[in-house]
């Protein structure tokens, strides 16, 4: 008998001595995945704070028109501007919108969003009072 080979992913030889296998135990290719996943991670993370460090928030009143009610206009924005948005209020009924939006991005994607909204009928004025946190 040349060898035999065991679930425990070592080779008995003929001498009855016990090596270890060249190919990779379950254990060990888990554990490569798993440091490969959490260097990619960290590298993900690093990219998130240096974007978040150029970042700004402004918090907006938008009044709706009734036309506009039941479009996903917020939704829009967020795509169109890669920004986070944020409602922090909203009242809504079947003749007007009213929504207090925090937005994140940096000063002209926020800049650029207040003016799109504006374009799409939508009437936009800064938070002077921060309501929710007093």
Same mark, same amino acid.
């Given at each position: 008998? &040349?060898?035999?080979?065991?679930? #425990? !992913?070592? #080779?008995?030889?003929?001498? !009855?001595?016990?090596?270890?296998?060249?190919?990779?135990?379950? =254990? &060990?290719?888990? &554990?490569?995945?798993?440091?490969?996943?959490?260097?990619?991670?960290?590298? @993900?993370? /690093?990219? *998130?704070?240096?974007? +978040?460090? =150029?970042? +700004?928030?402004? *918090?907006?009143?938008?009044?709706?028109?009734?036309?506009?009610?039941?479009?996903?206009?917020?939704? +829009?924005? !967020? @795509?169109?501007?890669?920004?986070?948005?944020?409602?922090?209020?909203?009242?809504? #009924?079947?003749?007007? /919108?009213?929504?207090?939006?925090?937005?994140? /991005?940096?000063?002209?994607?926020?800049?650029? &969003?207040?003016?799109?909204?504006? *374009?799409? !009928?939508? *009437?936009?004025?800064?938070?002077?009072?921060?309501?929710?946190?007093?």
């Amino acid at each position: 008998m &040349a060898s035999s080979r065991q679930n #425990t !992913g070592k #080779t008995t030889t003929k001498a !009855g001595t016990a090596s270890k296998s060249k190919t990779p135990t379950k =254990k &060990a290719t888990t &554990a490569k995945k798993q440091s490969t996943s959490a260097s990619a991670k960290k590298k @993900r993370v /690093g990219q *998130r704070s240096s974007r +978040q460090e =150029k970042s +700004q928030s402004s *918090r907006l009143w938008l009044m709706y028109p009734t036309r506009l009610i039941t479009k996903p206009i917020i939704w +829009q924005l !967020g @795509r169109k501007f890669d920004m986070v948005t944020n409602v922090r209020q909203a009242s809504v #009924t079947g003749e007007i /919108g009213i929504v207090c939006l925090e937005l994140e /991005g940096n000063r002209t994607q926020i800049d650029e &969003a207040i003016k799109w909204l504006e *374009r799409q !009928g939508i *009437r936009v004025e800064p938070v002077e009072i921060n309501v929710l946190d007093a």
